[in-house]
């Protein structure tokens, strides 16, 4: 890939745009919400491609980065693929790779032990706008959300 120098510097001087997040609060426990989680994505059709157990990362490495702060009591993020919606939205612009696989997370704070946070990233209008229908439906569906 070529960039001109113009090109790269407005790149690295824009940075990285933060995308906002969905999320739902719950009461349930965070191993009901993960149970009703990996239900909701399977009873989809598709397959937990892997958990990444954040939190349990963060709270083993927080000495050795020199911090005493525990940030979440649980905190994992299932990734996971559709390979027809995938198609779908790669088709409608190439681009779209930069969203796959789709990520949910779950997590429970110190400062709120009994609740429960289920959550995506929600994603930019157009074509992605349908793999981000079927994140909130899975993720209300985990959280317990009509």
Known sequence: MKLTFA???VALLAGPALAEA?????ADTFDDVVFSLE??????????DSVS???DMLERTKADVGSDKT???KADIFSFCSAALSRKVMEADYMNVQFCPY???VFVRPEAPDETVVGYQSFPDGPMKEVEALLDEIAREAAGVK
Request: hydrophobic residues 50%; aromatic residues 12%; neutral net charge.
């Open 7 to 9: 090109a790269a510097t």
């Open 22 to 26: 969905v999320t739902y609060t719950t």
């Open 39 to 48: 239900t909701a994505i399977q009873g989809k059709g598709l397959v937990i």
């Open 53 to 55: 157990h954040t939190g």
């Open 71 to 73: 940030i979440f009591i």
């Open 103 to 105: 990520d949910i997370f």
